[in-house]
Each structure stands twice: as structure tokens, then as C-alpha cells.
């Protein structure tokens, strides 16, 4: 499984960090999530049904939603707000390049809420009814998602960069 596994991660190891990134907005974390996905992946019975992909961007997203609620994360939250400056000047690379990008910006700057059904739908490109089954909820609430997180980013984009996320 060793060179089957190295594979897999030459593969999808970009996406996935990058899928990772979008929820907690920290690279090295992102690569820790990505790292962990990769770990549970090598010690799980995977059989092929589906796409590898999927399965793999399910994995990120979960362990990506769990961190968000574990303590550490809360912790880093707190000490953000109380010593903002020392954290401003230690931003790594990513959120930097992120920021330069003002659709990526925009993005980031969604409640997670709105912000995973704009990653998983545009960059993911996932049906509405795949998103939908993923997340627990009814169609027509991913869809009202889908719209509010539009309008959202609507207010943050120039019209330029506004034309790249419009309603097909």
C-alpha cells in the first residue's frame, strides 16, 4: 500500500490542502488536517465504490469541522482577539496570497455557513443534491445558501470579479 498511498497523495494532496485551508484559514493546520485524512485513509478497509476524490474531500471536511470545534481552536480564537497585532504580523504565507486574490478574500471572509457550499459547489464542482446529501441538509436549503453567500459576495467583489461567481 506504500507506493499506492504515496500516489494518492501526489494526487489529491494539493485539493485537499487547499479544500482544508478554506475552513480553518491557517496553512500549517491545514496541512496537520490533511496529514490526519491521509493517516485515517492508510488505516481504513477502502474499498473502491466511488470516487477516491469524494471520499477523500468527505474525510477533509469532516476532520476540518472537527478541529473548528475542538478546543484548541477556540483557545487560538481567544488569544487572536486579545493579542491581535503579534498575531497580524505572524500570518503566514497562504493567507497572504489569499488575500491578494479578491474573490479568494471574499471567500474567506463568508461565515462557514455560506462558505462551504461556495467551496464545494465552485471548486469542488459538486451537484447541489451532492452538497445537500454531504452537509445534512435539504436541497433548497443549499440552494438558499448558495444565493446568500452570492449576495455576500456580491457586496465584497467589483463588478469584474463578480462576474466569475454568477448564477449559470
Partial sequence: MG???EQIIDEHGEHLLRLAYFYVKNRQTAEDIVQEVFIKFSQCNYEE???LR???S???INQSKDYLKSWHYKKLLV???VFPMKWNKQRDELVVAEERSSV???ILKLSLLYREPIVLYYFEEMKIHDIAR?????????KTRLRRAREALRSY????EWEVLKDE
Avoid at 454531504?134 to 436541497?139: P, R, Y
Avoid at 467583489?157 to 469584474?160: A, E, G, I, N, S
Fill in 58 to 60: 468527505t474525510l477533509t
Fill in 104 to 106: 479568494g478574500a471574499a
Fill in 54 to 56: 469524494a471520499f477523500l
Fill in 157 to 160: 467583489l467589483k463588478q469584474d
Fill in 79 to 81: 488569544q487572536e482577539k
Fill in 134 to 142: 454531504l452537509l445534512g441538509v435539504s436541497d433548497n436549503t443549499v
Fill in 3 to 5: 507506493g499506492i498511498l
Fill in 49 to 51: 465504490r466511488g470516487q
